[in-house]
């Protein structure tokens, strides 16, 4: 008996500590939306992000001011035209659709591939500028109050593979 209560005093003694230790870890929260809105890169980011943006819309712009040319052209001759004729003209009218529809398509994805040229290495300079100040201020944890989660953390246990085991995953 004397041996099961030393038993159970040692074990609260180390989930007292534990917690102990636990709660002695400082946390601490950031809006990354607010820093990064504040960075002087942001600006400059903006500003070609907006050119390029121009650049796409003009150049299709070009080509639905030419599709609606072609249209207008061929309702316009549409009964005056041979049978053959009609054909290609609607084979015309439909591959500058289809171009048009791949150029919208090509111009989001160089649109995106263009913002993270632009912002990533301004991300990367916030993210890197966070992890420093926790790590000379001692924080253990710094949470994000623009976005769910953790934007660094010093340690912790991870439990990882254990959901991944009961999860049946390896």
Do not use: W
Request: glycine fraction near 6%; proline fraction near 2%.
């Amino acid at each position: 008996m004397k041996k099961l209560f030393k038993i159970a005093l040692v074990a609260g003694g180390l989930l007292f500590a534990g917690n102990l230790v636990n709660a002695q870890q400082k946390i601490a929260h950031i809006n990354s939306a607010e820093l990064i809105k504040t960075m002087p890169e942001v600006a400059t980011a903006d500003k070609q992000l907006e050119v390029f943006k121009t650049s796409l819309d003009a150049d299709g712009k070009t080509m639905y001011t030419e599709y609606q040319s072609k249209v207008q052209d061929f309702q316009s001759k549409e009964k005056t035209l041979s049978d053959a004729l009609k054909d290609a003209k609607v084979k015309e009218i439909q591959d500058l659709q289809k171009r048009i529809e791949e150029f919208q398509t090509k111009a989001g994805e160089d649109f995106e591939k263009k913002r993270g040229e632009l912002y990533d290495p301004i991300l990367k300079k916030a993210e890197d500028a966070v992890k420093a100040v926790a790590k000379e201020k001692g924080y253990a944890y710094v949470f994000d109050t623009t976005q769910p989660g953790i934007v660094y953390f010093d340690g912790g246990i991870n439990i990882l593979a254990d959901v991944k085991t009961k999860l049946g995953l390896k």
